[in-house]
């Protein structure tokens, strides 16, 4: 019989080595860290319309994430491996979910959502007329604001959703270099792969997970407990509803609270995997020789730092590919970034849904076809050992085909129901007008209405009007969601040949192709994430490719915060300030002042919310095809540095050149 073995003596934790515990607390913080980024992306729409502020300030909001991250940075980077890297990510972890709970801390102290009406909720319908010759029922002024009108308190509340979103991306600057970093330097090397996979699949996993629950609290009221159901008047797909977003965020925060704290228990350092135990003397001599590294680091001056970096920047700055690859990355990056920002609002306005279904929509169809696509990218490239110069060609070309089939979702169009004074005249001809001045007519001209309020009501013609009064409508029977306006002026001059010119609360639905052209976007959507995702991991080999092996921690970290300045920060806030051109009709904040856009001029929201990304793209195939001419040029040289070397030297020299 052979001799029993010794135990090895990695330190074990339950008969599971501290590094199989340590990969599954960091795929808990992958899980937690993205899970809360993919849910707070998906609720900037309730939030918006929970603080009444426009697009252009929610991409500010947005951007806010990634200065948190950029503030730490490069204090992670450099200091990050020299420290107590577990404990550095445990602290992470807690910061994260401080930045979560300060997220949420504005409902608490906002009161009671008031939901935007030209009505009272104390008043009664059934026998308040709502159309009456120079009088005015509402309360809201429709002229200057008196000097007494005093601002809502919670007006500037939304400051603490930006500081928490800045705290939130400064906690989650840690967790994912350090943990890696720890993983690498004691794991096995033909372990590493696939742990680096688990953690890869864990961010696939968070981003879901994310989705599913920001569905689910859209779909909740955001005055959960303190409502009545049925003191509500409008519906999940109302352009005034909010949903439960704080509830979701205050579950992240737990989340990552739990996820950080097996990260305080464990050592600074552990032996590698398959290593027995050294002798104490040499466990000695190993500390003191880590202790004297140490020590004549921390002596480093400023100026011998600056003279290994100075070259190594001047390094990168000449390197062409490098650089074209920079460039690439941010305007594919800023058009990525900017439509994820908005898509439940694109898909919330062009094609009636609910935020709840939106958010639900864009997880189911997207995120499992991205984590098939960047597998089997990954597996092509092991396969078939592809060079430089063919990953280039692959990313390329495969990149191209989708931007070509991408110009196919202009013609996934779905018509909303014509708006009387926005999108139509009220005789029912077609016109688009953003002035307030159009939503008066002879109908209701007497009726002094207020212009700035959105109410709207569905008329029996099929024309939504944006409030009764402007409908012209003088009496209501009904209460609640229920409630029905009748004798609506307005409905009957659009020429609708019935005696009961009747209204009920809420806009019209859309044309009947609406679901059907929603099922076209969502499928190309589909179709175009699986195939970009398979160009991503030959594009990504690109770039480590064009670094020497001393440059690439660097020239990583560069490129990372290159894409975060110039198009993980500005590209949300003029994504948002061009949405907020599209406005047709503003939402009002007390005293009078324009609050979150209700409804948009859909065509021309349609147009920039494509046609950005679309323009951002198709620039940055311009660089790409510098990168092809420049490798192509590369590769000829080395075939003809090949072909005149001797036959002896050619396995060395081909060696050499890779």
Known sequence: MKEAEKPRAEEKFCCISKLKVFLLALSLACVGKTM????????????????????????????????????????????????????????????????????????????????????????????????????????????????ECEKEPGSLLWIFVMVGNIVRGMGETPIMPLGISYLEDFAKAENSPFYLGCLH??????????????????????????????DITITATDARWVGAWWLGILICASLNLLAGIPFWFFPKSLLKEGESNEPEQMSKKSVVLLQENGKNEAKQTMYEIAKDFIPFLKALFRNPVYMLFICITVLQFSAFNGMVSFMPKYLEQQFGKSASDAIFLIGVYNLPVICVGYFFGGLFMKKFKINISQAANIAFWVSLLEYLLYFAAYWTICDTSPVAGLT??????????????????????????????????????????????LAGCKASRGTGKSVVFENCTCVAASGFSSQNVSAVLGQCDGEENCDKMLHYFLILSLVCSFIYSLAAMPGYMVLIRSLKPEEKSFGVG?????????????????????????????????????????????????????????????????????????????????????????????????????
């Open 424 to 469: 139509v005249s009220y005789e029912g001809i077609e016109q688009v007008s953003y002035a307030e001045n159009t939503l008066l007519a002879d109908c209701n001209r007497d009726c002094d209405c207020p212009v700035k309020i959105w109410d709207p009501v569905c008329g029996n013609n099929g024309i939504t009007y944006v409030s009764p009064c």
């Open 36 to 147: 809360s980024g993919a849910y707070m992306n998906s609720m900037y729409t309730q939030i918006e319309k929970q603080f009444n502020i426009p697009a252009s300030l929610v991409g500010i909001i947005n951007g806010s994430f990634e200065i948190g991250n950029l503030l730490l940075m490069a204090f992670v980077s450099y200091f990050g491996a020299k420290l107590h890297r577990p404990k550095i990510i445990a602290l992470g972890c807690t910061v994260l979910s401080f930045g979560c709970l300060l997220i949420s801390l504005p409902h608490f102290l906002f009161g009671r959502y008031r939901i935007e009406s030209s009505i009272s909720p104390h008043e009664n319908f059934s026998v308040m007329p709502l159309c009456l010759v120079n009088q005015s029922l509402f309360s809201l002024p429709t002229e200057e604001p008196s000097t």
């Open 201 to 230: 699949t864990a961010t696939v996993i968070g981003p879901f997970l994310g989705f599913l629950l920001a569905s689910f609290c859209a779909e909740v009221f955001v005055d959960l407990g303190s409502v009545d159901a049925e």
């Open 558 to 658: 560069i490129h990372g915060l290159a894409s975060r300045v110039f198009a993980g920060i500005p590209s949300p806030i003029y994504f948002g300030a061009l949405i907020d051109t599209t406005c047709l009709k503003w939402g009002t904040v007390t005293c009078g002042g324009e609050g979150a856009c209700r409804m948009y001029d859909i065509v021309t929201y349609r147009w920039l919310y494509l046609g950005l990304p679309a323009i951002l793209r198709g620039v940055s195939y311009i660089p790409s095809a510098l990168i092809l001419l420049i490798l192509k040029k590369k590769v000829k040289s080395e075939s003809q540095i090949l072909l005149n070397a001797p036959v002896e030297m050619q396995d060395k020299v081909q060696e050499e050149l890779k």
